[in-house]
């Protein structure tokens, strides 16, 4: 009789220990910039974490934004956002003056003013630039600026050149521009040196971020607080990746998308919601052993020490919308590329992290090859409530290998979601926690720490307590995200209010201490 054989372990196995952290984008720090940078408020959000007993602090994507302001819309899928540089860094080393980024002062503290920060940041950004040269390129962080561009040449180079030509064409789409600046293996000789200055001054700005982003990842280090990065599955279809490396994504002979990404109606939009993202085109990424891919992660894990893909189900089957569709009710499932892909990464990143985001209706395809692959995957409080005990993300039916949160950046705050609940929701909540809501945000605190979930992630707005005006995205919703941000008095409160005192001891109760 043949012997029964045993199962595949699972590609990765990585989460092992209880853990707790905050979710909190840099851009929502306080400071007076305009908008969270790498700053001291960056250093003392650190230090709340640690008097917390935390292990974690999640943000969104890193990347630098266009209209919309979205994380998850980037120029590209490996750059850092130049609005997070902290200028006064410059002015310490003699690159700007601090009357020069006073203008930066006057935008206040209060949200996020994309449009005066467009436009009083980047001359400052590029002055900078230009001291440097005339100083000689001192060595800012542990490497030259020369050294730099030749460690990240794979991908720096596309993008300075792909942001020196957007500037050029006055913001336009890259398929809008002409002949002998829509591709990059083709770039005319007369561009490249009238605008090499430029595509320098932006390799220059990811030179600044990534020193200064190591420096803070070192100060998390030393607190014992690893950083969860965030990547969205796909790239924008405006973005140096796509210019760079059209053979991977399905586009049209003018550069346009063929096939759009997005989610079919589901819990945040009837209508679905239409990202706009082109489409991979699998196939290419296979052949060459998913190289691109590859490589964008390894550069994710050079920045944290933990990474969520977004939309995880888009490995199994994603939504294929054909473009010039109004809406995302129109498309098709198609499959993605599968264990095979997990398999390559985890052949080129043996030791990765991943946080798989699975949230949404889930196939039996999608569960299995999360099991397959080993990630862990999401849980959200809000999402628990309002049917029966059959709901996967009520407590009681979450696996270890998993993270809690009460709410994403996608959600209302706990305590706007409660209020606007109807009244069998609310009364399940107050049923099934044994509370009277009152105090609904802290509930689904102790709520996650308590479950089993080995990591729980709290929304800094829920620590707080606040209600809607807090939300950080409302999707679907094309401006007027991503703007919230902490006041100084709430960052630097929390320490003496008790606070951080008392998620110490949750974390001490539920083992999640580190």
């Known amino acids: 009789m043949a012997a029964s054989s045993e199962p595949e372990p699972p590609l990765f196995d990585w989460l092992s220990e209880r853990g707790a952290g905050v979710l909190l984008h840099p851009t929502c720090l306080p400071g007076g910039q305009g908008i969270g940078t790498l700053d001291g408020s960056a250093i003392r959000f650190l230090d709340l974490l640690q008097s917390a007993r935390m292990k974690y602090w999640q943000i969104c994507p890193l990347g630098p934004t266009g209209y919309g302001d979205s994380p998850y819309q980037c120029f590209s899928a490996f750059a850092g956002n130049p609005y997070l540089i902290d200028l006064g860094d410059l002015v310490a080393r003699g690159l700007l003056t601090d009357a020069e980024i006073a203008p930066l002062r ?22 900078a630039y230009g001291r440097h040269l005339k100083a000689g390129s001192p060595a800012i962080g542990g490497e030259t600026f020369e050294a730099f561009k030749a460690s990240r040449a794979g991908w720096l180079d596309a993008y300075g050149w792909f942001r020196a030509l957007k500037d050029n064409y006055g ?10 600046a829509r591709s990059h293996a083709a770039l005319s000789a007369a561009l490249r040196s009238r605008l090499k200055a430029e595509a320098d001054a932006h390799c220059f700005y990811q030179y600044v971020f990534f020193a200064q982003w190591m420096r803070l990842r070192g100060e998390a280090a030393r607190r014992g607080i690893a950083l969860i990065g965030d990547i969205p599955i796909f790239a924008a279809a405006d973005s140096a990746d796509t210019w760079a490396n059209p053979g991977y994504f399905e586009l049209g002979p003018d550069g346009r998308p063929s096939f759009l990404a997005g989610v ?16 991979y085109r699998w196939e290419a990424h296979a052949a060459d052993g998913y190289r691109w891919w590859g490589e964008r992660l390894r550069v994710a894990f050079e920045l944290c020490d933990v990474v969520r893909i977004d939309h995880f189900r888009g490995f199994d089957a994603y939504w294929s919308i054909p473009a010039g569709a109004p809406t995302a009710r129109t498309g098709e499932w198609r499959p993605g590329p599968g264990l095979a892909f997990f398999t390559a990464m985890r052949a080129t990143l043996p030791n990765a992290r991943i946080i798989a985001e699975d949230l949404g ?8 090859l999360r099991e397959d692959s080993g990630l862990p995957g999401m849980s959200v409080l809000q999402f628990a409530f309002g049917g029966d005990s059959a709901n996967l993300y009520l407590p009681h039916n979450l696996t270890p290998n998993g993270v809690i949160y009460p709410g994403t950046h996608d959600n209302d705050t706990t305590v706007g979601w409660y209020g606007s609940s109807d009244q069998g929701t609310k009364d399940h909540v107050r049923r099934y926690l044994r509370v009277d809501g009152s105090e609904i945000a802290w509930d689904f605190i102790r709520a996650a720490y308590a479950a089993v979930s080995r990591i729980a ?58």
């Open 106 to 127: 006057a935008l206040g503290g209060g949200p996020v003013d994309y449009g005066a920060l467009f436009r009083t940041k980047w001359p400052l950004l590029r002055k």
């Open 171 to 180: 913001g336009r789409p890259w398929w809008k521009w002409p002949d002998g």
């Open 264 to 279: 079919p109606p589901d819990y945040f939009s009837a209508d679905g919601q239409l990202w706009g993202n082109p489409l």
């Open 361 to 368: 209706v889930l196939t039996p395809s999608v569960v299995r």
């Open 457 to 514: 992630v709290v929304p800094m707005q829920d620590i707080l307590s606040l209600g809607t005006a807090a939300r950080f995205n409302l999707p679907g919703r094309p401006e007027g995200n991503w703007q919230w941000r902490l006041a100084p008095e709430q960052l630097d409160g929390l320490a003496g209010a008790g606070t951080a005192k008392y998620l110490a001891e949750l974390a001490l109760l539920y083992a999640r201490a580190k």
